[in-house]
């Protein structure tokens, strides 16, 4: 394994709604034997005992908080060998301090986007990617329209993205329509059959996911493609969230500010940039902290690498060719205190929770309820090891999240506006959860 500076050429969102379908929430701790089967099969043993250990004296020390301001690193770590490197490994290296990492294209060599996606130049293969999805409709956003720091978007077909995309190259990479991006298409949630990547280990305790997989409805998985010149403007992901992003062919350039850094950006209005690298930053009238700010971290993503994002590091990427990539964003025991942080954040900035609802796409009570599935799984889990002394699949793993969950929801019950919630009608009381998950994390600590 090496775990260092990476070789030459490493150089330094979704805002939907998460309208949470509570009547749909059908997983309890009373379910039957066959669907505890189900349940506990894809738990697997990421975590051993430990990195349990590791991680709880962590969070223990942190006292309920969350890590503070920090400056960025001198440079990315790039992780080259998949054998080498475990789930306790990341854990240790970039999950419990909050750190930026790039893996080699050696961990998706395998993937089959990578492999039907890509002519064996290295391009986006239009004609497969035609076949193959030409008539779904995806969403496409305007590179040269700011639309509060955003983009505005538009839906199409993907053949005629690609039309379009055609074209832009053979203008020069120019277009009377400016320069359009796909981005935010759900590919894997309407083919899930297919093989287009495979999930690696160290992403795979993503609470987002595996609550949207139990509700059948939604994911935060992504596929980003578009043309050199494409980028996304600077912006943290939604909810705090980590994520990852691979690209199947083409470069990304990566410009990140860890957390705290972005607040040196602002704007004397208190608006943080659309574009960090718009020369209005050196504008000391407009922008009066911005040289209190340090450099960004720059990263030059190769085909086939793959970039984690850590919580609440802001950034700001620039497609450096015709590109593809597939994203997730996830949340889990890790960077759950920052989600509730940030939740606690949106309420106090906004003041009433229909609002706050709009602005972060969640408000207290649905974010219960998001709690609620993952905790009655890692229940079922936890319960099913004790009943076979230990033997269950997933135990420190569901111990730790356990852990974690009762920690923010014994916050959020305490919170004056949660309390104001009408908890009556729900199929599990929220004290009484928090009573299930301290009886069951203190009996899998117990000797």
Not at 111 to 126: E, I, K, L, Q
Not at 249 to 270: I, N, T
Request: aromatic share 12%; with cysteine; charged share 20%.
């Amino acid at each position: 394994m090496r775990v260092g500076p990476k070789p030459q050429g490493l150089v330094g969102r979704k805002r939907g709604a998460l309208c949470l379908l509570v009547s749909r929430l059908v997983l309890t701790v009373s379910a039957p034997a066959e669907v505890r089967r189900r349940v506990l099969r894809p738990v697997r043993s990421w975590m051993d005992r430990e990195t349990l250990a590791l991680a709880d004296r962590h969070f223990r020390g942190l006292g309920g908080g969350v890590p503070g301001v920090g400056q960025a690193p001198g440079r990315v770590a790039f992780v080259s060998e998949p054998g080498a490197f475990s789930y306790a490994d990341f854990v240790r290296g970039f999950l419990l301090p909050n750190l930026p990492c790039v893996f080699s294209s050696a961990f998706t060599q395998g993937w089959g986007s990578r492999r039907r996606w890509v002519t064996p130049a290295g391009r986006p293969d239009f004609d497969h990617l035609l076949r193959t999805y030409g008539d779904v409709v995806v969403p496409v956003a305007n590179c040269g329209v700011q639309e509060y720091n955003s983009n505005p978007k538009e839906h199409m077909p993907l053949r005629d993205y690609i039309t379009y995309w055609k074209e832009y190259i053979e203008g020069g990479y120019s277009s009377p329509r400016g320069c359009l991006y796909l981005k935010d298409w759900h590919l894997c949630r309407d083919f899930p059959v297919e093989d287009v990547f495979t999930l690696p280990v160290y992403f795979s305790s993503d609470w987002l996911n595996e609550f949207w997989d139990a509700l059948d409805v939604d994911d935060y998985r992504f596929v980003y493609a578009g043309p050199a010149g494409s980028w996304s403007p600077f912006h943290a992901d939604i909810f705090r969230s980590f994520s990852w992003s691979v690209n199947v062919c083409g470069r990304k350039k990566w410009l990140l500010f860890p957390p705290g850094q972005e607040e040196a950006l602002r704007d004397r209005h208190g608006n943080l940039p659309y574009d960090v690298t718009s020369p209005a930053l050196c504008d000391t009238h407009l922008h009066p902290r911005s040289q209190l700010a340090g450099p960004p971290l720059e990263i030059t993503q190769e085909a086939g690498e793959m970039v984690f994002v850590p919580s609440g590091w802001h950034h700001q990427v620039h497609n450096l060719d015709d590109t593809i990539s597939i994203n997730h964003n996830w949340v889990n025991g890790f960077n759950l205190a920052n989600m509730w942080r940030f939740l606690q954040q949106e309420l106090c900035a906004v003041q009433e929770e229909v609002i706050m609802r709009s602005c972060s796409g969640i408000n207290f009570e649905e974010f219960y309820h998001f709690l609620k599935v993952i905790a009655e799984k890692r229940l079922l889990v936890l319960r099913e090891a004790a009943a076979e002394d230990g033997a269950g699949l997933g135990f420190e793993q569901a111990a730790f999240d356990a852990g974690r969950i009762t920690e923010v929801l014994a916050s959020l019950i305490a919170h004056p506006n949660f309390q104001r919630v009408d908890t009556s009608a729900f199929s599990l009381r929220p004290k009484e959860l928090l009573q299930q998950l301290r009886e069951a994390v203190d009996a899998a600590v117990a000797p």
